[in-house]
């Protein structure tokens, strides 16, 4: 695995909207993607219109599935799905919950990133897994990316 982050992501987030509790147990929810910035490697724009799929599951696990845009300095678009977990101690949850700040290494917060772009430049990007450490914050997401070798 790679010492230094080849991105680092910061998301724009506008509030959770709930679709309820499910019959299996556990909450399903929408996290919009209102905008950010990403710098690392190639630098640019999160744009708005993407979200965050969420499964608060019972036993206390935060299952993401996140599907975004992001648009390069130079103007290549960028397809980013992300796939991860967030969990914690309850007391922890609670205060990201709540939208107090945390010191990420009183939670696990990791996703799995795939890329796609069509911009001949970007395709040591696309030809990659990577994997994101993360940070929630009360209305943005830090994502450190790292390739996987």
Not at 64 to 86: K, P
């Amino acid at each position: 695995m790679a010492n230094a982050p080849i991105l680092t992501l910061e998301i724009d987030l506008a509030a959770p909207q709930s679709i309820g509790q499910l019959p299996g147990g556990g909450e399903r929810r929408c996290v919009p993607i209102i905008g950010g910035r990403f710098m690392g490697r190639v630098n640019g724009a999160v744009l708005a219109g993407g979200a965050d799929w969420q499964w608060l599951r019972g036993d206390g696990v935060a299952d993401i599935d996140a599907r975004y845009l992001l648009q390069s300095e130079a103007g290549a678009g960028i397809e980013v799905w992300s796939r991860g977990l967030r969990h914690g101690p309850p007391g922890v949850m609670a205060q990201l919950a709540a939208g107090e700040p945390v010191d990420p290494a009183l939670y696990y917060f990791r996703t799995s990133l795939r890329f796609e772009s069509a911009a001949p430049e970007l395709q040591w990007l696309v030809r990659m897994l990577a994997y994101g450490k993360g940070q929630r914050l009360a209305n943005q997401v830090r994502l450190s990316v790292y390739a996987i070798d």
